[in-house]
């Protein structure tokens, strides 16, 4: 009964670095999505899966590329990781319909 | 695009008390949710309360309750005998029913419970 799990919890990154960052969901879900936050703006959409193959924009997804091989992974990649992407990372699924939202634990990521 | 704005970033209270926090919100869709999330230190995402816009009573969830009002584009949360543990970011959060139904979060109010 894991429900949503992101690894890893914490990294720090120099400027220039890439990874990959792992949500790994047990729960069948069709939609994943992946989120930061960052102090005084909530959290804001980077982007999201309605299922396997496929991926979206949000709000906010330069400087981040995703994939979603599996139905029960997304994964959330940085190319080149920036200072301005230090920020913590919530990776979420759901059922369509009229479900709720599993969150993960979150990443925090610090580039230096 | 929706929006959703909480106007009041920081809020502290005596333990025991009643406090209310604000949130507005624009759309011009129809049919949606309305959501509050509690965010303690340990960075969790909780879901405290959630509202149908189709459905005119406000919603309750023992010590939580919401004041939705459509027509103004307005849902606070009010937490009545609020306990240490109340302590936590609050984030409000607005759903389409329709497409992907992303979530739009607002801004979130740190709330400190006083003892």
């Known amino acids: 009964n894991a429900g949503v799990t992101q690894t890893p919890k914490f990294r720090v990154l120099k400027t220039g670095q890439s990874m990959t960052l792992l949500c790994a969901q047990d729960?069948?879900?069709?939609?994943m999505y992946w989120y930061r936050q960052d102090p005084g703006m909530g959290l804001r959409l980077i982007h999201y899966?309605?299922?396997?193959?496929?991926?979206a924009k949000g709000e906010v997804p330069d400087g981040y590329n995703v994939s979603r091989l599996k139905k029960q992974n997304f994964l959330l990649g940085l190319e080149s990781a920036a200072p301005s992407q230090t920020s913590v990372y919530f990776c979420?699924?759901?059922?369509?319909?009229?479900?709720?939202?599993?969150f993960g634990s979150g990443t925090r990521l610090t580039v230096v | 695009a929706q929006t959703v704005t909480q106007s009041q970033p920081e809020m502290s209270v005596q333990e025991a008390e009643t406090v209310t926090l604000s949130c507005t919100y624009d759309?011009?869709?129809?049919?949606?949710?309305l959501f509050w999330y509690k965010q303690p230190p340990s960075r969790q995402m909780i879901l405290v309360i959630r509202?149908?816009?189709?459905?005119?009573q406000n919603a309750t969830e023992n010590r939580f309750s919401v004041n939705f009002q459509k027509a103004a584009k307005s849902f606070s949360l009010k937490i009545s005998d609020s306990q240490l543990g109340d302590t936590a970011m609050y984030f409000c959060?607005?759903?389409?029913?329709?497409?992907?139904?992303?979530?739009?979060f607002g801004q979130g109010t740190r709330l400190t419970i006083n003892p």
């Open positions: 959060a607005f759903m389409n029913i329709q497409g992907a139904q992303k979530l739009v």
């Open positions: 509202q149908e816009a189709y459905k005119q």
């Open positions: 729960m069948n879900h069709e939609y």
């Open positions: 979420a699924s759901r059922r369509p319909g009229l479900y709720g939202y599993t």
């Open positions: 759309t011009s869709e129809n049919n949606y949710y």
């Open positions: 899966s309605v299922g396997e193959g496929t991926t």
